[in-house]
């Protein structure tokens, strides 16, 4: 196999349609960090939460340690932090394709969705399944990073805000998310590039990104190697420049931070 | 200094235990802290100084025993602990100030939202403590540009601004630098006169033997002996006292 200026000369006659692919990637990659992001929230503030309908037992009192360690155990009984781990060690331990397929086919095979497309072609049928099954993973991960983002909040700040009063709920708002959020951020931005790039197998349920209109481009022309080049070089021209611009706010803000 | 006798905060027999009893943070307190009071806490590290502070506003659920505050047992009643918490201010080692607030919104958030204060309200009332402890024209600074002395002052208004019954304060000047000590006992000193109860972890003797009425000391999570400053500093009787003293007093 030869890449030739010839062939890629060819190929992009087909522009349009890379570009058209490029749209779709974008789109697909806000789409998901935008509703991945609130996910990851709600999941992260389960895995904080503090809902524990057997907490009476470590105030019962006893003299037998062994009970009393019983006690203290299923006091630690979270349901909801439970619920929110099983979700998060779901998406981590199976694999992204067999996720995609699983919302594509099963979960949107019983749901029947309007067939339309927008912006002139993209099929929102298959857009909204590969959208709702990378929000549904890409949330999984980042839910471990805004968590972290919050704990990483000294705990004196708590403290303080609790000291004056502030209910648990008010410490979260006022105090702890407002710092937390500078940790967060560059994490939700790098997602946004990562998911630019693991967006790339939606094209298996025909999802029209850059990788579909290779493959469309490749069984129009038989040319098999320019396409993936041109491939190549549009993720790593969306990839580079995002990354660091977020590697140049993210030193921006640490350098406001010790003023 | 108003001191009449009723016990302002009884606290009986508290406990404080790790890992099962292994580690004894506290091992039996008892004691009663009166309005108006000025208690001393000295000891040697890991005597159970701050867990006992912070035991007082529930910051460290107890193990077992009881505090009566105001005539009701915050340990083992079920009462609203956010309502009583305002009511009893905390002044911390490291200030814990809100870095992402202006000295002026550290101040007026917690009237705010936990008292619902006006602003104008709440602002009236910081700007006017502000004043007293000297830090007016630094309203709209934010915490980073303030030297660690000013922070401790902001923190101790902070704690004021929300009308507290109690004050305790957990070692306020130990990460100070030795320049900076000195403003804020003051403060503390000013808070003393007018009278304000208030429960102080601290290593500087001149202060608790100046300002302080009772100096507790305390060693391995107990309360070893308790008194007037004259008593502990100059007439020490158990042997605890009279090392950790002999040690402090020298260095
Ligand atoms: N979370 C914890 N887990 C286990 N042990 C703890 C914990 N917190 C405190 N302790 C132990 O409790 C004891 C009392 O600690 P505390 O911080 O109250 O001492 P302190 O008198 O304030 O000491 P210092 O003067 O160093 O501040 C120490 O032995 C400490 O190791
Ligand atoms: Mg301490």
Redesign the interface.
């Known amino acids: 196999m030869t890449i030739s200026w010839g062939n890629i000369e060819k190929i992009l006659t087909y522009g349009n349609m890379f570009q058209q692919g490029l749209i779709v990637t974008v789109l697909l990659a806000l789409c998901t960090v935008f509703f991945g992001f609130f996910l990851a929230f709600g999941l992260a503030l389960m895995l904080l939460s503090d809902v524990r309908p057997f907490r009476y037992l470590e105030k019962v009192k006893t003299d037998d340690i062994n009970k009393k360690k019983r006690n203290d155990f299923i006091a630690k009984f979270n349901p909801v932090k439970l619920i929110a781990n099983c979700y998060v060690q779901f998406v981590r331990c199976t694999p992204m394709l067999v996720q995609i397929f699983l919302v594509y086919y099963i979960v949107f095979g019983f749901i029947t969705l309007p067939k339309f497309t927008f912006f002139g072609f993209i099929q929102f049928e298959r857009f909204f399944p590969a959208a709702v099954a990378l929000a549904l993973n890409s949330g999984g991960y980042m839910s471990a990073v805004i968590r972290g983002g919050i704990e990483g909040v000294d705990n004196g700040q708590t403290e303080a805000a609790r000291s004056l009063g502030m209910s648990k709920a008010q410490t979260m708002y006022h105090i702890i998310l407002p710092q937390a959020i500078k940790n967060i951020l560059p994490a939700v931005a790098n997602e946004f590039v990562t998911i630019i790039k693991e967006s790339s197998i939606c094209y298996t349920i025909g999802v029209q990104d850059i990788m579909f209109n290779v493959k469309s481009v490749q069984s129009a022309t038989f040319i098999i190697a320019e396409p993936l080049l041109m491939a190549t070089f549009l993720y790593f021209c969306l990839c580079f420049p995002t990354s660091k611009i977020i590697e140049y706010v993210e030193r921006r803000m640490r350098q406001s931070d010790n003023r | 200094m108003t001191t009449d006798n009723t016990a302002l905060i009884k606290v009986r027999d508290l406990k404080k235990h790790y890992n ?2 292994a580690i004894k943070a506290l091992d039996g307190v008892n004691i009663d802290i009166n309005k108006g009071d000025v208690m001393v806490v000295i000891g040697p590290s890991g005597s159970g100084k701050s867990t006992f502070l912070r035991s007082l ?1 529930l ?1 460290e659920e107890p193990t ?1 025993g009881s505090i009566v505050f105001d005539g009701r047992d915050i340990v083992n009643e079920k009462i609203n602990l ?2 009583f ?6 002044v ?1 080692q ?1 200030f ?5 607030k202006t000295i002026l919104e550290n101040l007026t ?2 009237p705010q ?3 619902g204060k006006s602003k104008e309200e709440a602002e009236k009332k910081a700007l006017e403590l502000l004043d007293r402890v000297g830090l007016k024209d630094r309203a709209s600074a ?1 915490p ?2 303030l030297s660690g002395g000013q922070k401790q002052r902001v ?1 101790i208004v ?2 004021l601004c ?1 009308d507290p019954e109690v004050m305790l304060f957990d070692e306020p000047t130990s990460a100070l630098d030795p320049e900076m000590v000195g403003e804020v006992l003051e403060v503390m000193k000013e808070l003393a006169k007018e009278g304000m109860t208030m429960v102080c972890v601290t290593h500087e003797m001149g202060f608790a033997r100046e300002v302080g009425n009772r100096v507790v000391f305390m060693a391995d999570g107990n309360i070893i002996e308790e008194g007037t400053p004259e008593k502990i500093f100059d007439h020490p009787e158990s042997p605890r006292l009279k090392d950790f003293l002999g040690k402090v007093l020298e260095a």
């Open positions: 099962y009893g506003n910051l077992d956010d309502e918490r305002e009511r009893m201010g905390m911390f490291h814990n100030l809100f870095p992402h958030l917690a939202i936990v008292k934010y980073v540009q923190a902070r704690a929300m």
